[in-house]
Nanobody, 123 residues
């Protein structure tokens, strides 16, 4: 069984920064990508960022480009999300995810999920 554990969420004022961390544990698995999604109340789960290990490419959702930075280590199965210039609309539960099939920005195509960590940005 693969487990993803996130940490680093919290409450921050608009304009502030937070750093999320995620580590995978359990049986050995090969992931095509690891990344982050978020879900605000009443909204669908939204793609935030991902590292595509197999081709060495990083992708971001349009709403976070220029403000968020993803990094990670495939060998250690860890991924991080540095979030700067946070806005109230960034408030959501942030989920770490891993994909071991064909890469996609659609959440239903991802195979493993963390429990989520709350990020709240006050205005």
């Amino acid at each position: 069984q693969v487990q993803l554990v996130e940490s680093g969420g919290g409450l921050v004022q608009a304009g502030g920064s937070l750093r999320l961390s995620c580590a995978a544990s359990g049986r050995t698995f090969s992931s095509v990508a690891m990344g982050w999604f978020r879900q605000a109340p009443g909204k669908e789960r939204e793609f935030v960022a991902a590292i595509r290990w197999t081709i060495g490419k990083i992708e971001y959702g349009d709403s976070v480009k220029g403000r968020f930075t993803i990094s990670g280590d495939n060998a250690r199965k860890t991924v991080y999300l540095q979030m700067n210039t946070l806005k109230p609309e960034d408030t959501a539960v942030y989920y770490c995810a891993a994909n071991n099939r064909a890469y996609s920005t659609y959440s239903y195509r991802w195979d493993y999920w963390g429990q989520g960590t709350q990020v709240t940005v006050s205005s």
